[in-house]
C-alpha cells in the first residue's frame, strides 16, 4: 500500500516555466489536498477536491490549477512560473466520514530561478 | 489573520521529562484539532485529534488537551524520547464536510538524551 505519492521530489524552473506536479493515492479517499509551505510557516492550502470532477480554491490558489479525472489523481499545474512560488508542495488525501486524518505525500521543493 | 497560532517556533525537553506544546486558535467554527509531526524531507504525519465535544483525547504517550472557553489546546507527550524530535503542527478544521484544515506555523520540539 503506497499511500499518497508526489513526483517529481525536487524541481528547479526558470521564471515563465511551467510545470505539473502529480499525486495519486491508492486508498480510494474521496477528498484529496495541495498544500505548500514556505520557510518557517505552516501549511497553506491551494486547492482541493471532494470528490472526481470537483475541486475548489483554498486560501492560496493564485498562479495554479488542479483537475480531479479521477479519485486516485490530483495534478496541480504552475502555468508561469513566478520566485514566490519556490516553496515545499504537499498533497494529501483524506477518506472523510468517520476518518478525518489527512494522509500526506512526501512532499516536492520547487525553487523558481 | 492568522486563525491557528503556535506561539513557541522552539522547545526543548530532557530524554524522559514532560512535553508541552500549545496551539491558539480564533475562528469558534473549528469543532476538530489534529496534531501532525514533521521529520526533515518527508510528509506531516498525523497523530492525534480531539473533536470539540471532548476536552481530553489520549493515544499512548500522547494527549491532547481542548479548552474551547479559552479557544486553547496543547499536546502532552510523556514520556519525551528522542525519536520525538520533530516539528509539531497543529490544525483545525470545521463542520463543512470538506476537512480544509488551517495548520499552525508549527514547534520544533528537541529531545535531549
Known amino acids: 500500500n503506497a499511500g499518497v505519492t508526489q513526483t517529481p521530489k525536487f524541481r528547479i524552473l526558470k521564471i515563465g516555466q511551467s510545470m505539473t506536479l502529480q499525486c495519486t493515492q491508492d486508498m480510494n479517499h474521496n477528498y484529496m489536498y495541495w498544500y505548500r509551505q514556505d520557510p518557517g510557516m505552516g501549511l497553506k492550502l491551494i486547492y482541493y477536491s471532494v470528490g472526481a470532477g470537483i475541486t475548489d480554491k483554498g486560501e492560496v490558489p493564485n498562479g495554479y490549477n488542479v483537475s480531479r479525472s479521477t479519485t486516485e489523481d490530483f495534478p496541480l499545474r504552475l502555468e508561469l512560473a513566478a520566485p514566490s512560488q519556490t516553496s515545499v508542495y504537499f498533497c494529501?488525501?483524506?477518506?472523510?466520514?468517520?476518518?478525518?486524518?489527512?494522509?500526506f505525500g512526501q512532499g516536492t521543493r520547487l525553487t523558481v530561478v | 489573520d492568522q486563525q491557528v497560532k503556535q506561539n513557541s517556533p522552539s522547545l526543548s525537553v530532557q530524554e524522559g521529562r514532560i512535553s508541552i506544546l500549545n496551539c491558539d486558535y480564533t475562528?469558534?467554527?473549528?469543532?476538530?484539532f489534529l496534531w501532525y509531526k514533521k521529520y526533515p524531507a518527508e510528509g506531516p504525519t498525523f497523530l492525534i485529534s480531539i473533536s470539540s465535544i471532548k476536552d481530553k483525547n489520549e493515544d499512548g504517550r500522547f494527549t491532547v488537551f481542548l479548552n474551547k472557553s479559552a479557544k486553547h489546546l496543547s499536546l502532552h507527550i510523556v514520556p519525551s524520547q528522542p525519536g520525538d524530535s520533530a516539528v509539531y503542527f497543529c490544525a483545525a478544521g470545521g463542520a463543512s464536510g470538506t476537512y480544509k484544515y488551517i495548520f499552525g506555523t508549527g514547534t520544533r520540539l528537541k529531545v535531549l538524551a
Open positions: 494529501a488525501s483524506i477518506l472523510g466520514g468517520q476518518n478525518t486524518e489527512a494522509f
Open positions: 475562528n469558534s467554527m473549528f469543532d476538530y
